[in-house]
Every structure is written in C-alpha cells, then in structure tokens.
C-alpha cells in the first residue's frame, strides 16, 4: 500500500534552534519527493523537489535530505523563526498523476 | 497578482444545498486540481483536469461534479450538501500532471466550507 508518514504530529521550539522533521514512504514506483509549507489559513507552498538521484536540496533555512534506499526523507530547519510556525507536507509522487501526500508535521515556533 | 484564486473564500450552507466553488489561475498551466482537506488537515486530491479534460477522478461522491469551460478555470459544484462536506477546498495547478514531472504545484487559498 502507497503510504507517507511524517513524524512528528507536532513540534513546538523556540526561536533561534533548529529542528528535523521526519517523512517515511512505501511509494513505489517512486518519482520524486516533494515538501510543502502550509501556513494557517492558506494554501501550501511548494519548498523543495527531489528525485531520486538528489540527496539534498537546499531552499534557504530549509534543507531536505532523501534516501531513496532507505525510503526516507528529512526537512532541516535551520535558525527558526516564528514564521516558520506552520504545517509541512511531504508529498511522495508514484509516476504519472500520483500523488500520496503526509498528513504534516505542525511545528510552532515560540519566542 | 494572485496566481491561483478561489471564490468564495468562506461558504456556510444548510445540509441539502447545492453549491459552487469557482477557481481560475493565470499561470498559463494546462493542469487544474481539487483538493479536499478535512479536520485532521490531511489533503486528498479529488479532481484533475488537464487541458479540460478529466484525467483523475478519485473515489468522490457523485454529488461532486468539476467543470473546467477553460484551462484557466475550474470549477467545483456540490450538490445536496451533506454535513461530512464540511473542510476546505483547494484548488491548484501545474504546468504538466503532476507525478513524473519535478515542476512545481501552486494552490490557492482555499474555500472554507461549512455545512449546518
């Protein structure tokens, strides 16, 4: 069965530190992996794309890692900020329209 | 300059209701989502059109029934509202069908529907 875990369900830090958020995937044939940031009351925003030749991929603060052996992927937040208190999605693409997405991980950052 | 919009943006409706979400984009794209998202936030994707054509259609009640009259719109129309309808409603697109393809998926803002 195509499935994506992330962990944590949720996540509370204080600004300033750092934080690694966890996405496991039984998606096969595997395409490409894909997070997300949603912030409250909005729409997601696509933050990083890997295949699965890319280990890492880098947007800023943001970091995602990918082992495509292990089927595991990580989001490193660097120096956070109270706007990066939102819910992030992993996404997992299976080929031609599919899709399999997390149900998050929401991290809030506290000052 | 909003890429992908939506309207409304909030919808309260009484159970049995018929109702309309609308969304356009002006990314120039060829492929148009429906997303549902409930409590819990996990998103499902519902409806995919590209180029006007329907190419997924998930397990979604037949009251359900997208129409895309372009490729910079899609629509959404509910009909006999029911009281599990209630989440938010996103509607996206990309330049391809996503899956195969690195590029990037834009959403909108999402409808908040809510049925009493």
């Known amino acids: 069965k195509n499935q994506v875990e992330q962990s944590p369900q949720s996540l509370i830090i204080l600004e300033g530190k750092n934080c690694t958020l966890q996405c496991n995937y039984t998606v096969s044939p595997f395409s490409n992996l894909r997070w997300y940031k949603q912030d409250t009351g909005r729409g997601p925003v696509s933050l990083t794309i890997?295949?699965?030749?890319?280990n890492t991929k880098s947007n800023g603060r943001y970091t995602a890692t990918l082992d495509a052996d292990t089927k595991q992927s990580s989001l490193h937040i660097t120096a956070s900020q109270l706007s990066d208190s939102a819910s992030y999605i992993c996404v997992v693409s299976g080929g031609y329209n599919k899709l399999i997405f997390g149900a998050g991980t929401r991290l809030a950052v506290h000052p | 300059d909003t890429a992908v919009s939506q309207t409304p943006k909030y919808l309260v409706t009484q159970m049995g209701n018929d109702k309309s979400i609308k969304c356009e984009q002006n990314l120039g794209h060829d492929t148009m989502y429906w997303y549902k998202q409930d409590s819990k936030k996990f998103l499902k994707i519902m409806f995919s059109?590209?180029?006007?054509?329907?190419?997924i259609n998930e397990t979604v009640p037949n009251r359900f029934s997208p129409k895309s009259p372009d490729k910079a719109h899609l629509n959404l129309h509910i009909n006999s509202l029911e009281l599990g309808d209630s989440a938010v409603y996103f509607c996206a697109s990309s330049q391809s069908p996503q899956g195969a393809s690195r590029e990037t998926q834009y959403f909108g803002p999402g409808t908040r529907l809510l049925v009493l």
């Open positions: 890997m295949t699965f030749s890319e």
């Open positions: 059109y590209n180029n006007k054509e329907l190419i």
